[in-house]
């Protein structure tokens, strides 16, 4: 989320405006739909959080081949998971995923350029 706050603030005008992050926990035992919109919120006051059951967590990430596990910390647990973001264009196709070793600035490039293509 630190990275796509400061590609939003590398795009500009209607590029910005088309930009959209989209966050989907991991962790639904723990995030509520109000902690999680105050998370995002911290970010960037743009970006929007969905929840869900487990159930349906796990369903979404096997959609986006997304690889999760809860693993134990003494009395707590942390989630390890994969990073990539993924980018849709506005009718909802998807062009592209981020990898998280992309900087900020080459994220942001690649998007200017997906954009006018698009």
Request: aromatic residues 10%; glycine residues 4%; charged residues 25%.
């Amino acid at each position: 989320l630190a990275r796509a706050a400061q590609i939003r603030k590398l795009l500009r005008g209607r590029d910005r405006d088309l930009f959209q992050v989209v966050f989907i926990t991991l962790d639904p035992e723990r995030d509520t739909p109000e902690v999680l919109d105050a998370y995002v919120k911290a970010f960037d006051p743009s970006f929007t959080a969905l929840t869900g059951t487990p159930e349906e967590i796990a369903a979404v990430a096997k959609e986006f081949k997304v690889f999760y596990e809860k693993v134990p910390a003494g009395d707590t647990y942390t989630i390890s998971h994969s990073s990539t973001s993924y980018v849709y264009d506005t009718r909802g196709t998807l062009r592209l995923s981020l990898g998280h070793s992309l900087n900020a600035k080459e994220c942001a490039e690649d998007l200017v350029t997906l954009m006018e293509i698009c």
